[in-house]
């Protein structure tokens, strides 16, 4: 609950970081110098940027909460058992082996979300952040 606190925060600080953005580029705009009204368009540009990213990464980890749900209801999510450093941090080592067990299982049922999302954990375990985004976003195509 805490996170979704966080989450609400900074949703709402960027929603307020883009509005003031729209005004300042609105404002821009009715100047009548060129160059004010070019830099005016480039400050829309960004608002729609920022709104687009945001929708998408809320989108992502709702999808994300709802998978993980269903597989806990199931019984399917991965158990997180691996040895840490006394700073807290996974050992490598341990994370690299588990992963071969979750690689193994997603090629051997690719169409298969489940494997997927536990996939993107093992990715994630291992350090791995910019491939478990991907292999979360496979597993959220399966499963819609």
């Known amino acids: 609950m805490k996170t979704k606190i966080w989450v609400g925060a900074v949703c709402l600080l960027l929603v307020f970081y883009l509005v003031i953005m729209v005004q300042r580029a609105i404002w821009l705009l009715q100047d009548p110098n060129p160059l004010s009204k070019a830099l005016g368009a480039g400050y829309l540009l960004l608002p729609i940027v920022g709104a687009w990213a945001l929708i998408r990464e809320l989108m992502f980890g709702a999808r994300t909460e709802q998978m993980?749900?269903?597989?806990?209801?199931?019984?399917?999510?991965?158990?997180?058992?691996l040895p840490r450093t006394p700073g807290g941090r996974i050992v490598r080592e341990a994370a690299d082996?588990?992963?071969?067990?979750?690689?193994?299982?997603?090629?051997?049922?690719?169409?298969?979300?489940r494997s997927w999302f536990r996939l993107s954990c093992a990715?994630?375990?291992?350090?791995?952040?910019?491939?478990?985004?991907?292999?979360?976003?496979?597993?959220?195509k399966l499963f819609v």
Do not use: S
């Not at 990715?123 to 959220?140: E, S, T, V």
């Open 68 to 81: 993980a749900k269903v597989l806990e209801r199931e019984g399917g999510l991965p158990v997180d058992n």
């Open 97 to 113: 082996e588990e992963f071969k067990k979750y690689q193994a299982e997603a090629e051997a049922a690719p169409d298969d979300w």
């Open 123 to 140: 990715y994630d375990a291992a350090g791995d952040r910019k491939r478990a985004r991907a292999a979360m976003r496979d597993a959220i």
